[in-house]
């Protein structure tokens, strides 16, 4: 079966503009999970959705947002981009077996 | 004090070796406990999955989980080239909890 769909694999944004991340999960999987990873802070949760619901959320900013659709694909969303969000954001799918992740968006603020 | 501890290497061994990856962890309330192989450009690959303590075995794998000491390992008997990677160990309390914290990851080469 497929796995966990991210798109794009890699995004270049100037500092102060937004992005929109995209993740589809396993089919019949309906929580999806954000985590933001980067050399110095590791892998580290951004938020958690189970149908349409955020359930928890990280210790990151507002400007990182997130929604989830009723066919559980989801969307994250970084406004104000700074150098510092440069990163892997990588979306995971859970079920009663873990957590599968996708290969993630490298996103680049330059 | 990090909640999740793991030491970062890089760890070089000859193929054939046995591996041993470690992490400490300090909230008592984990209970699910996971090993994740993540090769360069990748997301993370799910290896192995624990609830408890215990031991767990696949193929060439083994995860032991010790919840007294707060610790738990990974061994990789027979290692091969294709083993170099990163490995991260993750955890979380189950429940109403749906948030994995993770190590930093220990970067495993597996010398021909």
């Known amino acids: 079966k497929a796995g966990v769909t991210q798109t794009p694999r890699y995004l270049i944004k100037t500092r102060g503009q937004q992005v929109t991340l995209s993740c589809s999960p396993i089919s019949g999987h309906r929580s999806v999970s954000w985590y933001q990873q980067t050399p110095g802070q590791g892998l580290q949760f951004l938020f958690e959705y189970f149908s349409e619901t955020q359930r928890n959320k990280g210790n990151f900013p507002g400007r990182f947002s997130g929604r989830q659709f009723s066919n559980s694909r989801s969307e994250m969303n970084v406004s104000t981009l700074e150098l510092g969000d440069s990163a892997l954001y990588l979306c995971a799918s859970a079920s009663s077996g873990g957590y599968t992740f996708g290969s993630g968006t490298r996103l680049t603020v330059v | 004090q990090k909640e999740v501890e793991q030491d970062p290497g890089p760890l070089s061994v000859p193929e054939g070796a046995i591996v041993s990856l470690n992490c400490t962890y300090s909230n008592s309330a984990f209970q699910y406990f996971m090993w994740y192989r993540q090769y360069s450009r990748k997301g993370p690959e799910l290896l192995m999955y624990t609830y408890s303590s215990g031991n767990k075995e696949d193929g060439r794998f083994t995860a032991q989980v010790d919840k007294s000491s707060k610790y738990i390992s990974l061994f990789i008997r027979d290692s091969q080239p294709s083993d170099s990677a990163t490995y991260l160990c993750?955890?979380?309390?189950?429940?109403?909890?749906?948030?994995?914290?993770f190590g930093k990851g220990t970067l495993l080469t597996v010398n021909p």
């Open positions: 993750a955890m979380n309390s189950g429940g109403s909890n749906y948030k994995l914290t």
